[in-house]
């Protein structure tokens, strides 16, 4: 059971664009959403998260914005460049118990940024 | 601050045999978590290890084993290896910041079965 829905599964965009990567979940009780990235040969970097609380969160070129009634989270990364080529996961933690939070991860969308 | 540091990096292994992956998390974070990437099912949870014992564990058949040291390094272990468990495994180190469980992954260690 796929409980973190991403897409698209990969993007081409042109330098300077808008790259937006959507991702859905079902678990209500998810309470925290991260987004990695990871380039070819290393392994997914925490890129920005946000929490249930707040509809929107900026990092410099990098936004998340939520939407907790649609239960629906999304990426934006403004003026893209080259060096964002990579792949993007978006994530949800759940607590588990016994001190454990579980992070349930997306499939992935492949950004390649063009010149 | 060193990161996560996992061995080997590559490995080539045949239809039956068993594997052991190491990792030592970033110094002073004392859960540990393995994950398991492949294209078709990305990022699959495998277990998570806290002072030595294994607080969570996901889905995956009792071939797949996992074990933390006193120094918080852990390794896994996979028995009689089929073709699928050829995949990229992935382990973090995590640190709870504001409530939140970051993880810190390491690069991977690749696992071609043959």
């Given at each position: 059971q796929q409980q973190v829905k991403q897409s698209p599964q990969s993007l081409i965009v042109q330098k300077g664009g808008i790259s937006i990567i959507n991702c859905a979940y079902e678990?209500?009780?998810?309470d925290y959403f991260p987004w990695y990235q990871q380039f070819p040969g290393k392994g997914p970097a925490l890129l920005i998260a946000i929490r249930p609380d707040v509809s929107e969160k900026k990092e410099g070129r990098f936004t998340i914005s939520f939407n907790k009634s649609a239960k629906q989270f999304s990426l934006h990364i403004m003026d893209?460049?080259?060096?964002?080529s990579a792949t993007y996961f978006c994530a949800a933690s759940t607590y588990s118990g016994a001190g454990s939070y579980q992070l349930t991860f997306g499939k992935g969308t492949k950004l390649s940024v063009i010149p | 601050k060193a990161g996560v540091t996992q061995t080997p990096r590559y490995l080539i292994k045949t239809r039956g045999q068993q594997v052991t992956l190491s990792c030592s998390p970033i110094s002073g974070h004392r859960s540990v978590s393995w994950y398991q990437q492949t294209p078709g099912q990305g990022l699959q949870f495998l277990f998570e290890y806290f002072s030595e014992t294994q607080r969570n564990k996901g889905?995956?058949?009792?071939?797949f084993s996992g074990r933390q040291f006193s120094n918080s390094r852990s390794e896994m272990n996979v028995s009689t290896?089929?073709?699928?468990?050829?995949a990229l495994y992935l382990c973090a180190s995590s640190l709870k910041v504001s409530g939140a469980n970051v993880l810190t992954f390491g690069a991977g260690s690749r696992l071609t079965v043959l």
């Open positions: 678990n209500t009780a998810f893209s460049q080259p060096g964002d | 889905n995956f058949p009792g071939r290896l089929e073709l699928g468990d050829s």
